[in-house]
Each structure stands twice: as C-alpha cells, then as structure tokens.
C-alpha cells in the first residue's frame, strides 16, 4: 500500500511538472526564478507592452543574443504568473549591431559561416505572439536583400520610428 501511494504521488508530480513545461509559451526557455516572500509578481490583469531592444551583437559568437534569451524568459514568467496571451505585448526591435539576426538561415550561413544561433528562438517567440520589427536603414547599410529576411520579421523605415512609434502606445524599452 505504501508502494502504491509512493508511486501514484510520485506520478502526480511528474505529470504537474510536465504540464507546466507544456504550458511554457517559449519551450525550453528559461523562467525567471521563484523568490520566497517577492512583493510584486506579474499581475494577470495587466496589459504588458514590452519593447525588447536588439542593437548589439552578442558578445559570445554563435551563442543566441542576450537579448532574445530575455524576451523569452520575460513572456514564460508572464505566461507562470498567469497573464494570458492577449495581456502580453512584446515586441523586439531589431537594429545597428543585431541586424543580421534577422537573417534566414542560409543567408545568415553564407555572410558568417554558421547557423543563425538566433533562428529557433526567434520561431518560438513568434510562435508564442512576439512581433519582430527590423530598421530599414540597418538592412540597406547592412546590404541585406529582403528574401534574406525570416518572414517573421516586419521591416519597417527606421528603428527611430519604431521605438518611437511603440513607446506612444504605452511600449516600455528595454535595452539599447
């Protein structure tokens, strides 16, 4: 009997574990860490617009971009904490030196060399309601022709616009 009840609670906590990994809007990304006693948590009745600022190459080459790996830890701790979908409005904006990360895998390959590090999270983000913005001007300085672009990624005129644009509609910037 103590088998049993041993077994079928031990069953009960793996299946918990599970389906919180399944309810995990970015799979395999990261949460942020649970603090005992933390006075502010996500509230789900909050609308949260977030602009994540894409604007430096990451510092460890072939690694995903410090950056991206942060949007995707902000929105499964919003999901956590029970803020739903319609209640999260992230954005990235993606510019200067992290231009190239908008770039679909083969073309990312033949300007580098390697895969685009980025190109799974970017999918997953996108998968998990993220919008992705790239500036006009990088892409034309960077000579990035736009079927290289992942068709994920929205190219606008400028970064300027877009983060100027986004923080009038209640957006707050992160990075840069």
């Given at each position: ?39 502010l948590t ?59 990360y908008i ?74």
């Amino acid at each position: 009997m103590k088998k049993s009840f041993f077994y079928a609670t031990a069953l009960l906590a793996m299946s918990a574990g599970l389906s919180f990994a399944q309810e995990l809007a970015v799979p395999g990304a990261e949460v942020a860490k649970d603090v005992p006693n933390a006075k502010l948590t996500p509230n789900p009745k909050t609308t949260y617009k977030v602009l994540f600022d894409v604007a430096r190459e990451t510092p460890k080459e072939g690694e995903v971009n410090p950056m991206l790996a942060a949007t995707a830890r902000y929105v499964n701790t919003l999901a956590k904490y029970g803020v739903n979908a319609d209640h999260r409005k992230i954005a990235v904006i993606f510019h200067q030196g992290g231009t190239d990360y908008i770039m679909k895998n083969d073309a990312y390959k033949e300007r580098h060399g390697k895969d685009n590090p980025n190109a799974a999270i970017i999918l997953a983000l996108k998968k998990a309601g993220v919008e992705f913005h790239v500036c006009g001007q990088a892409v034309l300085g960077r000579k990035i022709d736009q079927k290289d672009i992942m068709p994920e990624i929205q190219v606008d005129l400028w970064a300027l616009t877009t983060i100027i644009e986004l923080e009038q509609q209640g957006y707050v910037r992160i990075g840069g």
